[in-house]
């Protein structure tokens, strides 16, 4: 990922150092199991810990000979170490290796993601609260529908937020996994307790079977999860953007002291950074497609998911961190205007109010087709004439007939909307723990 999306504590873990590190890691572990297993003596794990050790420069330059990156390492580490060195790799094929360090990595990067995302459930429950009872239109194909309030989205995008982080456990769950099982997994040079004893030391299950490889389903699930979570940042920004158009401003992004909108038209305050996340949506989505192409492998392995992974998982781990990042810091600073709503809201000629007139006249005796054609008539003339739906009602003798003209009035009160609303909102709300 360039840098521009890259929080460094994500990065971090991507980086050559952080992958070879890993890599140290796992064969002194590979090492101190043997050890233990009495099949290689304490002294040589002795003189490696003190001697082993690498430098990613020579690394890449010996790679540029080998072609192997695996090889390179080893022979770089090999050549710090001396001749206790031979029980380095010993038994192991270069996918133990790769496959299980990655594991860890995407492991931790999901560790990282897990606080992101309970940090973003923080602000939206914070905010959520705040405007519990502040009256929004609510909008359905993106026309005035019914009553809602703004902490009612919020508090959607909350939950949604904690469903999204039991998928994250649970990926990082099938992620956490390691094998030393050899070069089609049928431990020909290394017995099951090494693996187990391997990955104990790096906190790891191991995987109940594998091939030279961990099957990639497991990769993919990950992928998919972390595009999931993309997919709601997407979701909230453009609710977001939607709300910041012109004719709607009922919340905008905040807009710092010294900042541009245009290079041509200085009024200009444009939702940028949620079209931004928009836009990394799409790339984080993109990556699990390539992650589930990974999937149908050659027999025991193939080499055509390297390439992708080597890009998709850095790539995918880091624009996610920046998204959950950047998504929660706008939404603590969303400036947010519960005037314009209410004006938004009044647009629409009580319009909204039709179902609960329908409600009332079938209560009455009416079928609904009768009601529904009584109430239709009426709110047709109010788009029309631009005349609130209530005058059009009251001046109907149909209607009234069922419906005293009191009645009337107090369906369509402010104070009776607002009422019933804070009633199902209350409701709502403690359903949902807040």
């Known amino acids: 990922m360039i840098p521009r999306y890259s929080p460094k504590d994500m990065a971090a873990l991507w980086t050559d150092e952080a992958k070879f590190e890993r890599w140290l890691q796992l064969e002194i572990a590979a090492v101190e199991a043997r050890v233990e297993a009495g099949i290689v003596p304490r002294s040589a794990l002795d003189t490696i810990k003190k001697n082993a050790k690498f430098s990613v420069t020579e690394i890449l330059e010996i790679e540029k000979e080998t072609n192997h990156d695996v090889i390179a390492f080893l022979t770089n580490v090999n050549s710090y170490v001396g001749p206790e060195s031979r029980y380095i790799h010993e038994g192991l094929t270069s996918s133990d290796v790769v496959d299980t360090c990655l594991a860890m990595q995407m492991r931790d990067a999901g560790r990282i993601l897990l606080k992101d995302v309970e940090a973003l459930v923080a602000v939206l429950s914070e905010r959520a609260i705040e405007f519990k009872y502040t009256l929004e239109m609510g909008r359905t194909h993106g026309i005035h529908a019914e009553p809602t309030t703004f902490g009612l989205k919020l508090l959607l995008w909350r939950q949604e937020m904690l469903r999204n982080l039991d998928r994250l456990k649970r990926a990082i769950e099938v992620i956490s996994v390691g094998k030393i099982s050899g070069a089609v997994g049928t431990y020909?040079?290394?017995?099951?307790?090494?693996?187990?004893?391997?990955?104990?030391?790096?906190?790891?299950?191991?995987?109940?079977?594998?091939?030279?490889?961990?099957?990639?389903?497991?990769?993919?699930?990950?992928?998919?999860?972390?595009?999931?979570?993309?997919?709601?940042?997407?979701?909230?920004?453009?609710?977001?953007?939607?709300?910041?158009?012109?004719?709607?401003?009922?919340?905008?992004?905040?807009?710092?002291?010294?900042?541009?909108?245009?290079?041509?038209?200085p009024h200009k305050r444009n939702p940028i950074t949620f079209e931004r996340l928009t836009g990394l949506a799409r790339v984080v989505r993109s990556n699990s497609i390539a992650g589930m192409e990974n999937v149908a492998l050659w027999h025991e392995r193939d080499i055509s998911h390297s390439s992708v992974e080597r890009v998709v998982m850095p790539d995918s781990t880091i624009a996610l961190c920046y998204m959950l990042r950047t998504f929660s810091k706008a939404v603590k600073n969303l400036l947010v205007y519960p005037e314009r709503m209410q004006e938004n809201f009044d647009t629409s000629y009580g319009l909204t109010l039709s179902q609960t007139l329908l409600l009332a006249l079938t209560g009455k005796g009416l079928t609904r087709e009768e009601a529904y054609r009584l109430v239709q008539r009426n709110a047709m003339k109010s788009w029309e004439n631009k005349v609130p739906l209530k005058k059009h009602v009251l001046a109907d003798g149909e209607i009234l007939e069922h419906l005293p003209a009191q009645t009337i009035e107090q369906l369509f009160s402010p104070e009776n909307i607002l009422a019933k609303l804070r009633k199902s909102v209350d409701a709502i709300f403690a359903r949902n723990g807040l």
Do not use: N
């Open 188 to 265: 020909q040079h290394l017995p099951p307790e090494i693996e187990a004893a391997v990955c104990e030391k790096l906190g790891l299950e191991p995987s109940s079977i594998s091939t030279q490889i961990l099957q990639r389903d497991r990769h993919a699930e990950f992928l998919t999860t972390l595009a999931i979570i993309a997919s709601s940042i997407e979701k909230f920004s453009v609710e977001l953007r939607h709300l910041q158009r012109t004719e709607v401003r009922e919340t905008e992004e905040f807009f710092g002291k010294g900042q541009k909108g245009s290079s041509a038209m």
